[in-house]
């Protein structure tokens, strides 16, 4: 939805006039907009359009409890550790099922087998557990053609910030799990790319 702002930072297309492009910083003197996602405008007072939170806006995999983090350190990880249904049941399924060895959680993106730690270097990972991770990984790329990766150094939306929260770090860190995150999909291998960033 465009709404007209003189500081707006889209204008109109000078050969498409359905279609907007970015103003250059230093542009004066014309017709701009500000643009905002389609939907309904709740509570509006007039001069401040609030933004209302997703409804979908809580990520599973950082709801649980090994080192979870409120909303304002990481987004999604919903109001407290186990806050959502799924969560909570599946901790109370493996933490009651002490014969389970194993765990492997199905994703969709990236093509790749991720292995904790999500906030440890693989320095830090206890060597007679990383070499078994190592194994697994191994045979799980021979079976999926999927590299298999460390979260901490190779699945990082931020160089800066590790991930936190996730099913994987929980089942092997209190469980004692060898706990694995498929991603069962790559779109860039589909479309012949086959050096690209994971995360991308």
């Known amino acids: 939805m465009r709404i007209p702002d003189d500081n707006g930072a889209w204008k109109v297309c000078p050969t498409e006039p359905r279609l907007l492009v970015r103003r250059e910083p230093t542009e004066t003197g014309g017709q701009y907009y500000r643009v905002l996602l389609e939907g309904n405008i709740e509570n509006y007072d007039g001069v401040q359009i609030k933004?209302?939170?997703s409804k979908e806006g809580l990520n599973l995999n950082r709801n649980f409890p090994f080192l979870w983090r409120q909303?304002?350190?990481?987004?999604?990880?919903?109001?407290?550790?186990?806050?959502e249904t799924e969560v909570r049941s599946l901790v109370q399924f493996i933490t009651t099922h002490p014969n389970i060895t194993g765990a492997i959680a199905f994703h969709t993106f990236s093509g790749v087998l991720?292995?904790?730690?999500?906030?440890?270097?693989?320095?830090?990972?206890?060597v007679n557990d990383l070499r078994t991770y190592q194994r697994i990984g191994a045979k799980g790329t021979e079976l999926t053609q999927y590299p298999a990766i460390s979260a901490f150094h190779d699945f990082r939306y931020d160089p800066k910030d590790v991930i936190t929260g996730t099913f994987d770090d929980w089942a092997y860190e209190y469980q004692g799990l060898f706990a694995w995150t498929v991603e069962v999909w790559s779109p860039q291998r589909q479309a012949?790319?086959?050096?690209?960033?994971?995360i991308d």
């Open 114 to 126: 991720i292995r904790p730690y999500t906030h440890l270097s693989d320095d830090e990972f206890p």
């Open 192 to 198: 012949g790319i086959n050096d690209y960033k994971y």
């Open 51 to 53: 933004i209302q939170p």
């Open 71 to 83: 909303e304002s350190e990481q987004w999604g990880s919903g109001p407290y550790p186990t806050s």
